[in-house]
T-cell receptor, first 113, second 114 residues
C-alpha cells in the first residue's frame, strides 16, 4: 500500500529566510508522481510543485524547489525567501498513474515577520 | 473561468440522517474525485469518476456513494451519518485522471454531524 509520511507537524521560519519541509513515501511502483500542495485557511488545496519519478532533475517553480531522492524515497520541499503569504498547511502527495492521490499528514508552516 | 465549485459550504446534520454534497468541475474537466479530510489529517480518497464511470473507490463503507452526471458534475451521498463522518469533504477535478495531470480542488464542504 502507498504511504506518505511527513515527520514535521509544524515548522516556522523568519520572513525572507529558507525553510525545508520533509516528506518520505513508500511505493513498489516505478512509475509515479509526487506533489506538494498548499492549504491556506481558506481550505482550498493549491498545487505548489510536481515531480515525475522518471525525471532525475529536481522540479523548480520560482521560490519553490524540491530535493527528490528516488532511492531514499524522499521528496522535500524548499521554500526560499519565505513570504507571509506562504503560511499554510503543506501536504505531500503521491500518485500512481490514474490512481488516487495519497496525502501525508501535513506540515503547518508559520512565517514570522 | 470558474474554478471547482462545491455546495453547500457548511452543513450540520444529525446522526442517522442522509446528506448530499455537490461538485461542479472546471469547464472541460471530465474527471472528478472526492476526498474526506478529518481535522488535523491529510485528505483521504473516497471516489474517482471519469466520463461518468467510477474509476476508483477508497476504503470507505457502503454508506458512501457517488455519481457523475452527463455535464460532469458530481454528487457524494452519505447515508446513516455517524459522528465520525464530520469532516471537510473536498472535490477535485482534472482534465483526465492520468499521470501528473493537475487536480484542481474546490473549497470543500464542512460537514458537522451532531
Amino acid at each position: 500500500a502507498q504511504t506518505v509520511t511527513q515527520s514535521q507537524p509544524e515548522m516556522s521560519v523568519q520572513e525572507a529566510e529558507t525553510v525545508t519541509l520533509s516528506c518520505t513515501y513508500d511505493t513498489s511502483e516505478s512509475d509515479y508522481y509526487l506533489f506538494w500542495y498548499k492549504q491556506p485557511p481558506s481550505r482550498q488545496m493549491i498545487l505548489v510543485i510536481r515531480q515525475e519519478a522518471y525525471k532525475q532533475q529536481n522540479a523548480t517553480e520560482n521560490r519553490f524547489s524540491v530535493n527528490f531522492q528516488k532511492a531514499a524515497k524522499s521528496f522535500s520541499l524548499k521554500i526560499s525567501d519565505s513570504q507571509l503569504g506562504d503560511a499554510a498547511m503543506y501536504f505531500c502527495a503521491e500518485k500512481q498513474g490514474a490512481q488516487k492521490l495519497v496525502f501525508g499528514q501535513g506540515t503547518r508552516l508559520t512565517i514570522n515577520p | 473561468d470558474a474554478g471547482v465549485t462545491q455546495s453547500p459550504t457548511h452543513l450540520i446534520k444529525t446522526r442517522g440522517q442522509h446528506v448530499t454534497l455537490r461538485c461542479s468541475p472546471i469547464s472541460g474537466h471530465k474527471s472528478v474525485s472526492w476526498y474526506q479530510q478529518v481535522l488535523g489529517q491529510g485528505p483521504q480518497f473516497i471516489f474517482q469518476y471519469y466520463e461518468k464511470e467510477e474509476r476508483g473507490r477508497g476504503n470507505f463503507p457502503d454508506r458512501f456513494s457517488a455519481r457523475q452526471f452527463p455535464n460532469y458534475s458530481s454528487e457524494l451521498n452519505v447515508n446513516a451519518l455517524l459522528l465520525g463522518d464530520s469532516a471537510l469533504y473536498l472535490c477535485a477535478s482534472s482534465s483526465s485522471p492520468t499521470g501528473n495531470t493537475e487536480a484542481f480542488f474546490g473549497q470543500g464542504t464542512r460537514l458537522t454531524v451532531v
